[in-house]
Nanobody
Framework: QLQLVESGGGLVQPGGSLRLSCTAS????????IGWFRQAPGKEREGVSC????????NYADSVKGRFTISRDNAKNTVYLQMNGLKPEDTAVYYC???????????????????WGQGTQVTVSS
């Protein structure tokens, strides 16, 4: 059964760091693009970062460039999102999602991603 599971969320102070994980089961994650998205209460879901299959191109939203880093560990069938310099406005539920066409376009749009995890909460607060 195809499944994506996010983990690593939590409560962190402004300026702190978290590393989110997106682990796949039922398929080989490296074949596909994986995107990270977030959704804050009352706001639309927005793309944060993506990584193409087989170590291809990577894109970031302007709001996280220089602070967030996406990577993948093929041996663990996992994609990570390292988040540094966290700000209160980063507070949201974070989701990973799969693009079967392995695109990872510059505009990271939810409509391009067909399969989603359940999300993990990230709260940045003092």
């Amino acid at each position: 059964q195809l499944q994506l599971v996010e983990s690593g969320g939590g409560l962190v102070q402004p300026g702190g760091s978290l590393r989110l994980s997106c682990t796949a089961s039922g398929f080989t994650l490296n074949y596909y693009a994986i995107g990270w998205f977030r959704q804050a209460p009352g706001k639309e879901r927005e793309g944060v970062s993506c990584i193409r299959g087989h170590g291809g191109n990577i894109n970031y939203a302007d709001s996280v460039k220089g602070r967030f880093t996406i990577s993948r560990d093929n041996a663990k069938n996992t994609v990570y999102l390292q988040m540094n310099g966290l700000k209160p406005e980063d507070t949201a539920v974070y989701y990973c999602a799969l693009d079967f066409y392995s695109q990872c376009l510059q505009d990271i749009l939810p409509v391009d991603y067909a399969y989603w995890g359940q999300g993990t909460q990230v709260t940045v607060s003092s």
